[in-house]
């Protein structure tokens, strides 16, 4: 899991060249479902629209094309757990997105599909730290 140290350390690295490693592209497709996969319900994160946008932001710069919301998400998930990587030229929307989860408001309880997106967003960071050696 990222410390919050490790979140803006992932954030300056992906807007200065790092890239996600291919390795890891997983646990974004895990990241991108959890936020398909979270119910707003009535107490989700302050911010978790602008969060849910740059997810959508990235999945379509990703994507040849462009479809419904719901459908552009399902399929960068797809497209990243069978095994394509994530351009290195899409590292700053990577960043973007990461930044938007840095910035959410949590409420005391989270509910278990939020902290799934929270600790989506945590193990993205952790993998791009951990690639920078």
Known sequence: MA?????DRAI???RTGAALPAESCGL?????EAHVDA???TAPPKGW???????????RAALDGRSAAPDDLKRIVAALREGTPLQPELSPKLA????????LEWPEEPSEAWQSVRDGAQAVAAAVVQSMG
């Open 3 to 7: 410390s919050g140290d490790d979140m």
């Open 12 to 14: 300056r690295a992906l």
């Open 28 to 32: 974004l497709a895990d990241l991108i």
């Open 39 to 41: 119910e707003v319900g």
């Open 49 to 59: 629209l602008i969060a849910d946008m740059a997810a959508l932001d990235l999945a």
């Open 96 to 103: 973007a997105l990461l930044e938007k989860h840095q910035l």
